[in-house]
């Protein structure tokens, strides 16, 4: 019997249900809508707390007395008169009147970004520092104003100002200290400030507290985006618990499965490294980090030499032994190309102006208007419209109309002038058929244009989550629709416009987004300036973001034999590339820069991180009109070839003529950027098509890639703002030179032998009319003497061997270097 009476009792004990289950607490707990729940109850308690408080300076003396009996507040008809009744009053009165005084008021901020992080996954404030910073300012400032209501003696006044607690510190501390409470505290604030900001002088507080202030906003910008990705309240509860007990268990930690060296002393500047952290980036290492091909700013670890070079040989022989099968990235980690500019800040959003708040749209009426005047202007020609809507852009919308069955494309597109006239319009432009809709378009300006800022797009997650070699962000399309596009596919950038029509605002744009996603080590500029004061803004970013010729006087190159120089220089440079590659068994950078950062190529046969290279040139009908073939050959080469090997082409012009775009240039760059030009031949000159000339200006463009024609309005940057840009990368620590291309000896420059003498007849007449004139021009010597060109030319070679003129400058006249006639005679003299 008690067998079966002990088989009963477990059998019962078994089958029995606990009411109570510790899995269902936690899966309470885990609930999003518990944490959503409570932070929402956190903000509305923070609203109460700054109602009552504000209510508390004009109804707290007069609720005192109901509030100072808990049993007269709950159950007596007396009415209080704080904003929330009696509750409010109690919260008022305890908070400031028995507790923290004003202080108070910090615990707002307390509650609301408490109860926004459960709600929006992201804190207002950026945590632990701002908790120091809470904390300690509302027990300062309670007994800051405790003292002065002590030694005032107006404690029946003033008593809200620092509460019970902060009256009670401070009497506190003026009974063991007297007056040197006042000094106390002025110390303790002193201390606590440079501590917070890491002062090492307090001079240098501005500059701390700048810095400071930026690395918040790029921290707390990072971890806004990973919450908000993934923000789970419950998770950050369930991750510590698994923490606490994944130590007992027999799965091992991330420490032993990725183990992280950190070198007691960085060694600095380091050719050849790995990953390696800061130490303030540990706090906040959960899992290990793979860099990645582009390396976030903020990762600056080295690995010292002896322990990153995965090519050393051991000097024994004893010591030649493979240290495992593993590669050598595994060992010794990938190469970060980083490490020389590891200190390095990408540019901050605060350096571009905001944008405006209000936007001026096109209203409904507009748009009633234009589209009754579209259906009667095509009705009156006897072409019947099914439907029509509109798209609204910031500079155009556009009209797509469905004709009738049975209406030729052909009939609306010879209507555009008329169409133009009924809408009263700048002008429009007519796409039948839309590609890929089945619709024609009509695209009309708006009366208010909007203007796109600089801000507004490059903050755009399209651009900022762009994993492309090289993003640019030119605008928006006519839709609203950010446009982002990738440089190193284009692969070359042919820009046209006229004078004043946004053509260098174009090009600061495009410099300034690749400025804002590229690291120095990535990418490199040729700028060339004809007109010399368009890119001059850039000159401050020389050692981190330019190449240059050898022994360079200037950045920014403006002269035109220069620019013969550096173009051959470029050719020089990818040549050079190609071997690289040839070497290395690739077929573009991409793959090259891979198999290097892997240490797959070594470094001592040649072998380096190649960075991408971008020529501008702003003015190139300057160029062909001085230099001609000398320009034209090397752009084209290097058109036809220098894709696959990093080197990417943008070239500029304002008259897009035929002799400056020669089919040869015009061939090789696919992608064309036409901004308003004058005519129509213009137009079809650089987009293969009609269009350009009916552009309304001020920023208004068509991007052609192929088949595709795609209307933008160009984003807006004013020149203060690419000051403010290249003055901050300016001020880091930069290379100790700019990118040397390799150097170009030019044969046509060297002097040429002449024979004077052998001079011609006509030489002593060429001598003293340059020097009457003081011009050094053939083109004077011809008209003057009644002599060929080629004549000339040789009598100009003679004048320059015998030192009448200076050497050719280009379109410039030659220097006459003798000033007086009496001097010729004597030179003359001497020659013969």
Request: aromatic share 10%; net charge negative.
């Amino acid at each position: 019997m008690a067998g079966k009476r002990n088989l009963y009792k477990k059998k019962k004990s078994n089958s029995t249900t606990p009411i109570f289950r510790l899995n269902d607490l936690i899966a309470f707990f885990q609930d999003k809508r518990f944490f959503i729940t409570l932070g929402l109850l956190m903000i509305a308690f923070s609203i109460v707390l700054a109602l009552s408080f504000v209510s508390y300076f004009s109804t707290g003396e007069a609720d005192q007395s109901i509030v100072e009996s808990w049993n007269n507040t709950v159950t007596s008809n007396a009415v209080a008169r704080n904003w929330l009744g009696r509750f409010g009053a109690v919260l008022s009165y305890y908070f400031i009147y028995r507790w923290f005084g004003i202080a108070s008021f910090l615990f707002i901020p307390i509650f609301l970004n408490g109860g926004w992080l459960l709600v929006f996954g992201r804190s207002l404030f950026t945590g632990w520092q701002s908790a120091k910073i809470f904390t300690f300012f509302l027990f300062w400032l309670s007994t800051s104003f405790g003292y002065l209501v002590l030694v005032t003696e107006t404690e029946s006044q003033y008593s809200f100002l620092c509460g019970g607690i902060g009256y009670g510190l401070a009497q506190g501390l003026y009974n063991f200290m007297g007056w040197a409470v006042l000094l106390l505290l002025l110390i303790a604030f002193i201390v606590f400030m440079v501590y917070s900001f890491d002062l090492d002088t307090l001079l240098n507080f501005q500059q701390k507290a700048q810095k400071t202030a930026q690395q918040i906003k790029s921290k707390a910008a990072a971890a806004t985006e990973e919450v908000r990705s993934n923000f789970n309240p419950a998770e950050v509860i369930m991750n510590n618990l698994r923490q606490t007990s994944a130590k007992n268990s027999e799965q091992p930690s991330a420490e032993q499965v990725a183990p992280v060296y950190v070198p007691e002393q960085p060694v600095a500047n380091t050719p050849k490294g790995g990953v390696i952290y800061e130490e303030d980036d540990f706090d906040e290492l959960t899992e290990p980090v793979v860099p990645s091909a582009q390396p976030s700013p903020s990762f600056s670890i080295e690995v010292p030499a002896e322990k990153s070079d995965a090519f050393a040989m051991a000097e024994d022989e004893e010591e030649q032994q493979p240290l495992s099968d593993e590669p050598a990235y595994v060992r010794y980690g990938l190469y970060d190309h980083t490490l020389d500019l590891s200190s390095y800040k990408y540019p901050t959003l605060d350096l571009l102006d905001q944008p405006e708040v209000s936007k001026v749209r096109v209203t409904k009426e507009e748009l009633e208007q234009n589209k009754d005047k579209i259906v009667e202007t095509l009705s009156n020609f006897r072409i019947g419209i099914s439907s029509i809507k509109a798209t609204i852009g910031p500079t155009v919308t556009l009209y797509e109309i469905v004709p009738q069955a049975g209406v030729k494309i052909s009939r609306i597109k010879t209507l555009e002038d008329d169409i133009a006239l009924s809408l009263s319009a700048l002008g429009i432009r007519i796409i039948a058929p839309i590609p890929g809709r089945g619709t024609i378009g009509i695209e009309v300006p708006n009366k208010n244009r909007e203007i796109v800022s600089m801000s507004s797009i490059i903050t755009h997650e399209k651009f900022v989550n762009s994993d492309k070699a090289l993003p640019i962000v030119l605008g928006k399309t006519i839709s609203n629709e950010v446009f982002v596009t990738d440089l190193a596919k284009m692969p070359h950038l042919l820009m046209a416009g006229a004078t004043g029509q946004g053509k260098s605002v174009g090009l600061n744009v495009l410099l300034t987004s690749l400025l804002y996603k590229k690291h120095p080590s990535e990418l490199k500029f040729v700028l060339v300036d004809p007109k010399k004061v368009e890119l001059t803004l850039f000159n401050r970013i020389e050692r981190h973001f330019l190449a240059t010729l050898p022994n360079a006087e200037e950045p920014i190159i403006t002269d035109t034999r220069k620019v013969i120089h550096t173009l051959n220089s470029l050719c020089i440079e990818m040549d050079v590339r190609y071997n690289l590659l040839k070497d290395a068994g690739c077929r573009n950078i991409k793959e090259y820069n891979h198999k290097f950062t892997h240490r797959m190529l070594n470094p001592q046969d040649g072998h380096r991180f190649l960075p991408y290279i971008v020529l501008i040139i702003d003015e190139l009908a300057d160029l062909m009109m001085t230099a001609g073939k000398e320009v034209e050959t090397p752009i084209a080469r290097l058109a036809q070839l220098a894709r696959a090997i990093g080197i990417h082409l943008v070239v500029a012009t304002q008259r897009p003529s035929v002799n400056v775009i020669t089919g040869i240039i015009k061939a090789n760059f696919p992608a064309r950027l036409s901004f308003k030009v004058s005519s129509r031949v213009d137009s079809r000159t650089i987009l293969d098509s009609n269009g350009a000339e009916q552009l309304v200006g001020q920023g208004d463009m068509l991007l052609s890639n192929g088949s595709d024609i795609i209307r933008l309005q160009c984003a807006f940057i004013d020149t203060h703002e690419v000051e403010r840009i290249c003055e901050f990368i300016g001020e880091q620590r930069g290379y100790d030179t700019s990118y040397l291309l390799p150097e170009y000896e030019d044969e046509g420059a060297e002097t040429k032998t002449v024979d004077l003498n052998n001079r011609d007849s006509m030489f002593e007449d060429a001598a003293r009319l340059v020097v009457a004139h003081q011009q050094g021009s053939t083109s004077l010597i011809q008209r003057k003497l009644s002599l060929g060109y080629n004549r000339a030319g040789r009598i100009m070679d003679q004048l320059e061997a015998a030192g009448v003129v200076g050497p050719f400058e280009g379109s410039k006249a030659r220097k006459v270097l003798i000033q007086d006639e009496y001097a010729l005679e004597q030179l003359l003299k001497s020659l013969s």
